[in-house]
């Protein structure tokens, strides 16, 4: 039956002795609200006035005398409880009249210790539901997915965050195993993944918190969670629960991913640039000598020129020897000027751009500014392109850098002079355009073909190149979706096969 519908039993108590415990029953029965029982205090008895349950007792407005037989004169008394230490007791018990009751002392002391005792037990409930409350609020109130564990891995409790980030009701995931529910595995983790570490049993181990970065894919989206395990220990210090918090940070990992993106295509693009200088530098060391031949061309047709023309009426013959002349320095001036103007063009920073563009275009530009340096290497060249309509999609500086390169690694495999091999074709079956460039030089070994994209690998002696040629050429490559690969036995030369997707080809 419900308390709140019961009718309370009423008691009128008296009391005899009015010191501290007095003062106690006092405070106790103006502040407690017993659920059966009407308990209301109608006398006290002390031979001192001035006894603090007496100052209290008038304060209240409770009856109050120095004789005990007082307060057998009060109306529906139903007992007295005697706190004198028994010095009353025989008086009380010998007098009372019929129907009253006498609680002697040291039951009365019980019944304080019983009523403290209610006290505290009320306190901690009262502590308890207060806690609680606090453990609802965080649990369930935080931005924080929480999840609480037994031993063997089994989920007790689980708050909305957690459920959201797993995507699973409450049903689906109370009672089953964390591993289970997160990955879909049958026993724990580390040996379903080996190489994964769980904070769980971390915490198991050590008896101290711990935490992991955890990747997690759902619904073809990526996740990253911070998760922290905090151990839940008995009295004697013994881990009983363990309690995961889940953080999400998957803005955090991917905002810090794409800066470090941007990082390293900054970085790339210096290093592009600097190794296009440094290329420039190699093109304009051979350019000197093959503008310096028609240079010197010219100051000797102009010197002559001079002398025919110093005659006042020069004859036929003459004039017609100056037009061959002009003739010949026009040619040679043509030729300077594609040369400088190809290494301006080359020089030149600009913004990356992809646009569609002619492979075999490219190749002709690069060629034409390194043709020179291959002869003075000693390098024969034998070029064989493929049709017109090898259209890519590219930036064109990129391209020249990548072939560019190529070539220079070609004569540095040739120190001695050879024959490079330039072709290109169309791959119709793939829509792919390829380029070969073979030469017939030192080759490249087995343990050095791994490694030969890799940045700042060299097998050149030191300060002779930095290593960033052919892991350059990869990169660019591989931004504009094409493949190279390499074909090598050491003595026996190179062959470097680079395919691009082509545009415009059913």
């Known amino acids: 039956m ?3 519908n019961m009718e309370k039993a009423k008691y009128n108590l008296a009391i005899v002795g ?45 009856f109050t005398t120095d004789n005990f037989k007082d307060l057998f004169q009060i109306q529906d008394l139903d007992a007295v409880i005697e706190l004198t230490n028994n010095k009353a007791l025989p008086d009380l018990v010998a007098m009372r009249p019929s129907g009253v009751g006498v609680v002697e002392h040291n039951f009365g002391r019980l019944l304080r210790k019983l009523f403290e005792m209610n006290q505290s037990l009320i306190s901690v409930k009262e502590q308890a539901a207060l806690d609680r409350g606090h453990y609802d609020i965080l649990f369930h109130q935080a931005n924080l997915g929480v999840v609480v564990l037994e031993l063997d891995f089994t989920i007790v409790d689980a708050n909305k965050v957690y ?6 009701e409450e049903k689906d995931v109370i009672g089953k195993k964390c591993y289970e529910v997160v990955k879909g595995f049958f026993a724990p983790c580390p040996s379903e993944e080996p190489g994964f570490d769980c904070p769980v049993i971390k915490t198991l181990e050590t008896c101290k918190s711990s935490h992991i970065i955890h990747e997690y894919s759902l619904d073809d989206k990526t996740f990253y969670f911070n998760i922290a395990a905090y151990p839940v220990m008995n009295s004697q210090g013994d881990v009983i629960r363990v309690i995961e918090l889940w953080r999400d940070i998957t803005f955090e990992m991917t905002h810090q991913w794409e800066k470090k993106v941007q990082k390293i295509e900054a970085d790339m693009k210096k ?26 061309g010219l100051l000797t047709f102009s010197a002559i020129m001079e002398e025919i023309l110093a005659d006042d009426n020069p004859d036929r013959d003459a004039i017609v020897e100056c037009r ?72 064109i500086n990129q391209l020249q850098q990548a072939f560019l390169n190529l070539i220079f690694n070609a004569i540095d495999a040739m120190p001695k002079g050879g024959r490079l091999n330039i072709s290109s074709g169309l791959d119709r079956d793939n829509k792919k355009a390829w380029v070969k460039m073979a030469d017939n030089g030192c080759g490249i070994g087995d343990k050095d073909m791994e490694r030969i994209f890799d940045p700042f690998f060299t097998t050149k002696e030191a300060g002779e190149g930095t290593g960033l040629g052919l892991s350059i050429v990869y990169g660019i490559i591989k931004d504009h979706e094409g493949d190279v690969k390499v074909e090598s036995r050491p003595g026996q030369g190179a062959l470097f096969i680079i395919s691009f997707p082509v545009v415009g080809v059913d």
Not at 32 to 54: R, T
Not at 277 to 284: C, D, F, I, R, T
Not at 288 to 295: A, F, K
């Open 2 to 4: 419900d308390s709140k």
């Open 18 to 62: 009015g010191g501290r415990a007095c003062s106690f029953f006092l405070n106790l029965i103006e502040r407690e609200s017993f659920s059966y029982l009407d308990i209301e205090i109608v006398g006290v008895c002390d031979i001192k006035p001035h006894a603090q349950g007496m100052i209290l007792a008038k304060k209240m407005g409770i």
């Open 163 to 168: 459920l959201r980030a797993v995507k699973k």
């Open 271 to 296: 290093v592009i640039q600097e190794d296009r200088l440094v290329s420039l530098g190699k093109l304009v060391a051979s350019s000197v000598h093959e503008i310096n031949n028609p240079i010197q």
């Open 324 to 395: 061959g002349y002009l003739s010949h320095m026009s040619r040679e001036l043509a030729r300077c000027g594609k040369i400088v103007s190809g290494l301006l063009a080359f020089s030149r920073e600009s913004a990356l751009e992809f646009v569609n563009l002619d492979i075999n275009d490219i190749l002709d530009t690069v060629l034409s500014l390194t043709g020179h340096k291959l002869e003075l290497s000693g390098i024969e060249l034998d070029i064989s392109l493929g049709p017109s309509s090898l259209i890519v999609h590219g930036d």
